[in-house]
């Protein structure tokens, strides 16, 4: 949450602005002036992660919008057509994507289209549908045999109908759930991404590229490779804890796929 | 007493017996960067050099650490009063690693190889003056030019003109065969490569039994790797920033030595708006290259104001003419018709002397309004937008081979500029011998590019090798991408 | 049964023809020239010619793509443009090191989870489960590149129990080559470990509600007998599903640790060979992993289908 807030505020105010560098600043300890310290360019790490925070959360956010943009229909046509060759197929192409290992698709899409936050999106939204889409499916499938759905069958319904009208809102609960999970794996594969050089480019501020630039300096000035650690750390500590409460909070008996 | 100690003696060598023996007959060599293959006459990668050059390939003349040319194996050699004719005489006794005979024969095999149409020596260009190789006898050969070529020993001394022999050169690539004072021994791809000492070497043995190269690329592994001692030497140290600790830990030395690495803010001359000198000339100033090399460098690194190696005794300081001055870099800025900056765009290779700089000369240039979009480009992915395509604004590259001004009298190379008055100097210079007029000759060239603001210059590269304290006859200086290790000792 | 295998193995052959196409395709439009790389910046154009030739890269992209196909066929996968040495001897080389790598952290992934995952689900809501339970937010929480570095920095660097990294090669010795291995597969297992204990937990947690585990306590048995006995050997089919995805996850996931580490792993291979344009390799291996991935899904699904009928129209 602290970082949620950090991440609004620094649409308006960060306490320094991290696109000034001061070299002869860099790599200071805790100070007043800076809670945190000093990066190695001298740029103020409080900024740095707030600005880090704003990073993570939209590439998350947007690839877990991909997910549910593209997976949730494909699971609902899916379920509506059960065992149809439309099924099969999207069930399968689901394996397929599934197959691929992530990282590497990852790496040869930044290849292909350049390495930056969009192409990061694409990358870990890629991976996000096939979630979505099974997730979608399995419990939609569950509702297809309910005597409400039945009814409305033959009250006339279209499958496309019945499928937004009344199955969608039926699996919200466990899509919001679900979303909770994969924005916080995508807060991972975000800062995995950049920590390799493929996520947001400077002077966009990155928890992951900020890792990847301090590594070397951890026996040297560890703040500045351990503050950015323990944000990404509790950030999906966070995210974790408040899925597994939203859980709990919605229907205890829903279950979600982890992988 | 004198027997107590010859077995006190006896019983520690047994006891250490594996631990001692080694280390004073062996060393872990750690690189950053693998070689693709290591066959040094078919790829441009460094890396091959680094392992092969010296160690297990020689060519007709050799580099050494301080960057002069010396006999290799061409023991001596006349040159014709035209300056066209190389007449080289071959050390006898010379054999390759099967044990084949080093020759006038294998000589010629290898320089008409590199220089053969189908040929696909990354160097090409180093051969391009000779019409003719002939064998005199078994240890002569004379080399016929085109034209006087000054650098034509230079030349031979590249690892790209090394002797191959034919018989083994089908297989250069994954088993090197040379002359040299080591031998191929294996390579584990992506951990090791072993080479061990040549007992039949024609000059002075290696003092080595033998040698582990190995490929550390990641900066935080490569300081592990060297704390924990796992390397002996580490030959280009990745992480700057780490200089100093080794400096104070009285286990290590450092050698920080020159390379011939212009370190460059290479600005595409052929299009908007860098076409414009006074574009040019004001990124030129709001650039500030101490900032740069304390920032991306931690220090390491010397300012240079024009295209050339500050070590050379032709060199003039220019980086008066382009000093860090933001308030004339608007002013230049807004005479030029950009009173509010613009957009343009920075490639940049994977060194971290460029993703590093690019950063910083980023933050720099914003602050005089200019918007430089960074797009990082893994190598071959530069090599085809950036440095074949043209396709970029600004970029910052390395150019770490020796005596390369002449690049700038080539207008379609990448930064593409094309000005009549220097390559005139560059044309006066190749047919130039006379040391003092080739020198001003240089210094005239140094000055026009300078004033000319074709690209920014920023630092030349330094090369830290991080050592355990005692060993000796590691190369201080980079003339060429090599780690000679045959000259290399324990304490 | 024959048809289900029939249209099993159809859509087995269709999911690697559009693997195959997908792969290749992505790689051809990556950016970039294997011989323009492989020559450098000093590189005359005839001479970058010449390599393409000698590759044979100026072949139509129709025609390598089904040369490529036929060779993978037959087993052929290639020679390496850069490295000049068949791909098949390459990836057994790697293989040499992340199979190993994949099943130690594996092994110590089932060490850790399966003990806390009983004694999670055996006292549950207690003091212990929730230790458990919040040991595991916080293992999956942390970044397995970042935890690698802090181990780096306190085992080889402090304390220099092991090495920093590398791999000695088996030649070296088995102890050796494990030694080498322990620290990678430690920062590999720790996050699958976190996951496999909550799977655990929450699988036993299930069986304990079900029927025959309430027949079993009302015959008598304790608590800790009947979850000995009944529901941990039924808790483990979720879990080894679990364990095959998390098997192939580590075989080719650990590119950012293979890199920590400097191993010369499978992910190492793959990302070199990106970074060089060596496409062959990156080809024939991702090909490789991504048949092995549907491989292993297929046999699964057979074997499903073989115990339970009723899988076989796909529910």
């Known amino acids: 949450m602290v970082f949620v807030s950090g991440a609004l505020i620094s649409f308006f105010w960060t306490p320094y602005n991290i696109e000034t560098l001061a070299i002869p600043q860099r790599l200071q300890t805790p100070t007043a002036a800076h809670w945190l310290g000093t990066d190695q360019l001298g740029r103020d790490i409080v900024s740095m992660i707030m600005m880090g925070a704003r990073t993570s959360i939209a590439v998350a956010l947007l690839a877990v919008g991909i997910g549910i943009g593209l997976g949730v229909p494909l699971g609902l046509i899916a379920a509506a057509r059960r065992g149809s060759m439309l099924d099969e197929a999207i069930m399968r192409g689901n394996d397929l994507i599934f197959a691929f290992p992530s990282l590497v698709i990852a790496i040869l899409i930044t290849a292909v289209f350049g390495a930056g936050a969009t192409n990061a999106i694409i990358a870990i939204g890629i991976f996000n549908i096939p979630v979505f889409a099974r997730v979608t499916r399995g419990a939609a499938l569950s509702f297809w045999s309910r005597d409400f759905i039945l009814a409305a069958r033959v009250a006339g319904k279209s499958p496309a109908r019945i499928s937004i009208e009344h199955i969608l809102p039926n699996i919200a609960n466990l899509l919001i759930v679900q979303s909770t999970i994969q924005f916080s794996l995508g807060i991972l594969a975000e800062a995995a991404l950049s920590y390799i050089g493929l996520g947001a480019q400077p002077p966009t501020a990155s928890w992951g590229r900020m890792l990847a630039d301090a590594q070397t300096l951890a026996s040297i000035a560890p703040h500045v490779a351990l503050v950015p650690g323990l944000a990404i750390v509790f950030t999906v500590l966070g995210l974790n804890l408040m899925g597994d409460g939203l859980r709990d909070l919605l229907d205890p008996r829903i279950r979600v796929a982890r992988t | 007493m004198n027997k107590l100690t010859t077995m006190m003696l006896a019983g520690s060598t047994a006891m250490l017996a594996t631990g001692a023996f080694a280390q004073n007959t062996h060393i872990n060599v750690a690189m950053q960067l693998e070689p693709p293959n290591l066959d040094p006459t078919g790829g441009a990668a460094q890396a091959i050099d680094s392992v092969v050059y010296s160690n297990i390939f020689e060519g007709l003349t050799r580099f050494m650490s301080d960057g002069s040319v010396v006999p290799g194996l061409a023991e001596r050699w006349d040159i014709s009063d035209d300056g066209l004719v190389y007449t080289f005489h071959l050390r006898s006794g010379v054999t390759f690693h099967d044990g084949t005979t080093m020759d006038a024969e294998d000589v010629k095999f290898s320089l008409d190889r590199a220089r053969a149409e189908d040929s696909t020596n990354a160097q090409k260009g180093l051969f391009a003056n000779i019409t003719d190789v002939t064998v005199v006898d078994p240890l002569t050969v004379q080399v016929t030019l085109s034209v006087p070529t000054g650098s034509f020993l230079f030349n031979m001394a590249w690892g790209d003109a090394v002797i191959v022999g034919p018989e083994s050169i089908g297989d250069a690539a994954t088993h090197p065969v040379g002359t040299g004072a080591f031998v191929f021994q294996d390579w584990v791809q992506g951990d090791h490569i072993n080479i061990a000492r040549n007992a039949n070497y024609w000059g002075t043995p290696a003092v080595l039994e033998s040698v582990t190269f190995r490929f550390i690329s990641d900066p935080t592994a490569a300081f592990a790797a060297m704390m924990a001692e796992d390397v002996d030497v580490f030959a280009g140290f990745p992480a700057p920033e780490n200089v100093p600790q080794f400096e104070a830990d009285p286990r290590f030395q450092v050698l920080i030595g020159n390379t011939e690495g212009e370190t460059i803010l290479a600005m595409n001359n052929g299009a908007e708006p860098f076409s414009n000198r006074l574009v040019r000339k004001a990124v030129a100033h709001a650039i500030d290259r101490q900032a740069i090399i304390d920032g991306a460098m931690y220090g390491m690194g010397t300012p240079i104001g024009t295209h050339f190696a500050p070590h050379n005794p032709d060199y003039i300081d220019l980086t008066g003419l382009s000093n860090y001055d933001p308030d004339l870099a608007r002013q230049l800025l807004a005479e030029a018709g950009y009173p509010d900056g613009f957009d343009t765009v920075m490639t940049l290779p994977p060194p971290s002397y460029a993703r590093r700089g690019g950063e910083i000369i980023a933050a720099q240039l914003r602050e005089v309004g200019i918007n430089a979009e960074i797009q990082n480009q893994e190598w071959a992915q530069w090599l085809e937008v950036t440095f074949r395509g043209h396709d970029y604004g600004l970029t910052i590259v390395s150019h770490t081979e020796p005596m390369d001004i002449g690049i700038y009298a080539n207008p379609g190379y990448y930064f593409q500029y094309d000005n009549p008055e220097f390559q005139q100097v560059m044309d006066t210079l190749n047919q130039t011998t006379d040391p003092a007029a080739r020198s001003a000759l240089l210094k005239q060239a140094q000055t026009i590019i300078a004033e000319d603001y074709v690209n920014g210059y920023l630092f030349e590269l330094t090369i830290p090798t991080i050592a355990r304290a005692g060993i000796e006859g590691l190369w201080l200086n980079q003339p060429t991408a090599a780690i000679d290790m045959t000259a290399v000792s324990w304490p | ?315």
């Open chain 3, 1 to 315: 049964m024959i048809r289900y295998m029939i249209g099993r193995v159809t859509s087995l052959c269709l999911s690697l023809v559009v693997a195959s196409l997908v792969i290749f395709t992505v790689v051809e439009i990556v950016p970039g020239d294997p011989a323009a790389y492989m020559l450098g910046v000093n590189a005359r154009p005839d001479t970058i010619a010449a390599l393409r030739t000698e590759l044979g890269l100026d072949l139509p992209t129709v025609q390598r793509y089904f040369a490529w196909i036929s060779g993978l066929v037959q087993g052929d996968f290639g020679i390496s443009y850069t490295y000049r040495t068949p791909v098949a001897q390459m990836v057994a080389d790697r293989i040499a090191v992340s199979l190993p790598l994949a099943l130690l952290a594996l092994a110590i992934t089932v060490a850790i989870a399966f003990p806390a995952g009983i004694y999670a689900a055996s006292h549950r809501g207690r003091a212990g489960d929730l230790g458990v339970m919040g040991a595991t937010q916080l293992g999956i929480a942390v970044p397995n590149f970042w935890f690698a570095m802090i181990l780096v920095l306190i085992f080889a660097i402090k304390l220099r129990w092991v090495s920093a990294g590398g791999f000695p090669g088996w030649n070296a010795g088995v102890l050796k080559g494990l030694t080498a291995l322990i620290l990678p597969a430690i920062a590999l297992a720790l996050p699958q470990a976190a996951i496999l204990t909550r799977v655990m937990r929450s699988s036993l947690l299930d069986m304990l509600n079900e029927d025959f585990i309430r027949t079993a306590r009302a015959k008598g048995l304790s608590k800790r007998q009947a979850l000995w006995r009944h529901a941990v050997r039924n808790a483990l089919i979720p879990v080894l599903t679990i364990i095959g995805l998390q098997f192939s996850f580590l075989l080719a996931g650990g590119i950012v640790i293979e890199q920590v580490f400097f191993l010369p792993g499978m992910g190492r291979l793959i990302f070199q060979a990106i970074s060089s344009r060596d496409l062959i390799v990156v080809e024939s291996v991702v090909m490789l992993l991504v048949a092995s991935v549907i491989g292993v899904n297929f046999a699964v699904d057979l074997a499903y289908a073989a115990v339970d009928p009723r899988l076989r129209t796909r529910s």
